[in-house]
């Protein structure tokens, strides 16, 4: 047992110095358990399958979803906005939004999405963002309280009681402990808390992230796009573009061609996209998408016989420039780079990578119809175009180009563009299904992350394996052989033996006030789900020992892990905000101090009115 102590003080105190990750922390002291023959190699992994670690990972796939086809923020957008009348009103309905959508998806992403949208309104509201971001950051920590998916130490507490031979908790069963947090948070910020909020000037936002259709704009690469059609007997007809020279001659680029695949009926024939390279050529019925100048494109037309497609030509342009498969990027030609001093054309760029270069940004100028005879330069600008698949390959593989943005988080949501309606439908089936238990929580978890992936709401199974947080998959179920641990060598019993000796004589209300004050404490400094993981088991074991319902113990520890207020690191959202907001360690500490205290006096008195010892 002392072995098993020692493990968990240095486990909790590397959490505490926070230098090292803490799922190499987690897994350092999995090793150490199992070296040390406390646990067996059995024991040790079999946190990796739990339903628990499952389920977590599987709700990373469905926040995807929920947040790639912008379901999320047109919510939040509309609920935010109106507030547009008032401070106070703005406030409630931030924390209220936040709150609700932090029952069901991630808190961290939830604010990363609503963050520049409550700036953007305050800003215009003419308010002062500090006095927003720090109440939606806790609002995030609330709001997990609602639901059993909200936060993981509602999910820990709850497979902590079905491993002990008791129901574990259903969907809703926080619901009315976690709607009084919410609320008495959301009073405590309109009053005290709006008063301790600092009036710092809110740092810019680092947004990295160009919605293409913005940065095709900034290229202005719009009015020099043109759809064409070849005509049954034009000269085109069986050339190849490499011999057209249409560059050299025209100063134009082919940047699409959409084309009948010719199988099947006419009315029922599709169109099937042809990546435009040297060797290709062309056919009656083609669509092509030129890039160049009117009057070039004109008298391009003109010699082989095309008709231009007039109407909607923009429209039509930026469907075939940008669509869930294809889309555009910004390059940069660092210092050093194998491509400076050569054209595009030099470098053979569209047929080693498939992808083409529409347009080059140096020196303040937009080169638009010159772009492949331009000798490139370091610090010139380039904007890429292909398949999201191709530009990505591009932006890991190339050490020649420094891509501006995340490639990946732009093709997610653009591939995922027009399927909101799709993600709620799947959102409100997972709810439904696990209101009603149908079936086993990870499974309707499981299925919601399947329909997710294959409805394109998420761009693929491995897009979905990117958007998991593998650190806290990983912390979560290399923490869980520590309850194994504990209960193994009488540690839990031990514990709460401790814990019965020193207020049981106070009666069950005392004991649990030492659980919620223990885990608010230590959760401040540690991460809520690794303190779950401690205290769920010995709160149990507690409750068996003085003879009363479990219940209102493992909900002490599953709420007060989640109340992390008062530092930058006690939540990963407290500490999103921190640079934007422009706060300092010492804000969160004012204002986290007093909030816990007062959800500590309100919870603890509510906590055993709902769930009665």
């Known amino acids: 047992m002392k072995t098993t102590f020692i493990i968990l003080i240095i486990t909790t105190l590397l959490f505490m110095y926070g230098k090292y990750r803490s799922d190499i922390i987690a897994i350092g002291s999995l090793l150490a358990l199992t070296l040390f023959g406390i646990i067996t190699p059995s024991e040790a992994l079999a946190g990796f399958s739990n339903s628990v670690v499952i389920m977590i990972a599987s709700l990373f796939i469905v926040g995807a979803g929920i947040f790639n086809t912008g379901l999320a923020k047109q919510i939040g957008n509309k609920l935010i906005q109106l507030g547009n009348n008032s401070e106070n009103r703005l406030l409630v309905i931030i924390m209220f939004t936040v709150g609700i959508f932090s029952a069901f998806m991630s808190n961290t992403g939830t604010v990363a999405v609503l963050l520049p949208v ?35 130490p509602n999910l820990v507490v709850s497979n902590m009681l079905k491993d002990n031979n008791y129901d574990p908790m259903s969907f809703f069963d926080f619901t009315p402990i976690g709607l009084v947090a919410l609320i008495s948070g959301i009073i405590f ?134 669509s869930n498969r294809f889309g555009i990027s910004e390059m940069i030609i660092p210092p050093h780079s194998n491509f400076e001093h050569q054209t595009i054309r030099d470098l053979h760029f569209r047929k080693k990578y ?56 732009v093709a997610s949501t653009e591939v995922a563009r027009g399927k909101a309606p799709i993600a709620a439908a799947i959102m409100l089936l997972m709810l439904l299904l696990m209101t009603l238990e149908l079936i086993d929580p990870v499974i309707t978890v499981l299925v919601a992350a399947f329909l997710m992936v294959v409805t394109g709401c998420v761009r693929s199974i491995g897009d979905g394996y990117q958007k998991i947080n593998w650190e806290s998959v ?33 009666g069950p209300l005392a004991v649990l006030i030492g659980f919620y004050l223990l885990t608010t404490t230590l959760s401040q400094f540690i991460s809520n789900t690794a303190t779950a993981v401690i205290f769920a088991p010995i709160a149990i074991t507690t409750a068996m020992e003085l003879g009363v319902s479990p219940y209102p113990f493992v909900i002490t ?28 360690f010492k804000d969160y500490v004012k204002i986290g101090i007093p909030l816990q205290l007062f959800l500590a006096v309100i919870l603890i008195i509510f906590i055993p009115i709902f769930y009665p010892f």
């Open 118 to 152: 409550v700036i953007s309104i305050a800003i215009s509201m003419k308010i002062i963002p500090t006095k927003l971001l720090i109440p939606l950051a806790f609002a995030s920590s609330l709001g997990g309280a609602l639901t059993l998916i909200g936060t993981p």
């Open 189 to 322: 910020m309109m009053t005290i808390g709006k008063k301790l909020l600092p009036n710092h000037t809110v740092n810019e936002i680092n947004n990295d992230t160009i919605d293409p259709n913005q940065l095709a704009g900034m290229y202005k690469i719009y009015h020099f796009l043109h759809m064409v059609e070849v005509k049954k007997h034009s000269r085109l007809i069986d050339q190849t573009l490499a011999s057209l020279q249409l560059t050299n001659t025209y100063n134009i680029t082919v940047v699409a061609i959409e084309r009948k695949n010719g199988r099947g009926l006419s009315t029922l024939q599709q169109w099937t996209h042809v990546i435009p390279k040297a060797r290709t050529t062309l056919q009656a019925g083609d669509i092509v998408l030129l890039l160049g100048e009117p009057e070039e494109v004109s008298r391009f037309i003109e010699r082989y016989d095309m008709i231009q497609l007039s109407e909607e030509t923009t429209l039509q342009a930026r469907k075939y420039l940008l």
């Open 354 to 409: 498939n992808c083409s270069v529409l347009a080059i940004y140096r020196n303040g100028k937009y080169i638009q119809t010159d772009a492949c005879k331009v000798k490139l330069q370091h610090g010139d600008a380039l904007l890429v175009h292909g398949e999201w698949d191709k530009i990505e390959a591009l932006a890991k593989t190339s050490n020649d180009v420094i891509v501006v943005g995340r490639v990946s988080d």
């Open 474 to 506: 990983i912390l979560i179920a290399a923490m869980l052989p520590m309850a194994t641990a504990l209960e193994n060598t009488g540690g839990v019993k031990y514990l709460s033996d401790s814990v019965i000796q020193l207020l049981g004589d106070y």
């Open 557 to 584: 520890v599953a709420v007060a892990a989640s109340m992390a207020f008062a530092t930058p690191v006690a939540s990963p959202t407290n500490a999103l905000v921190m640079n934007a907001g422009g706060y300092r």
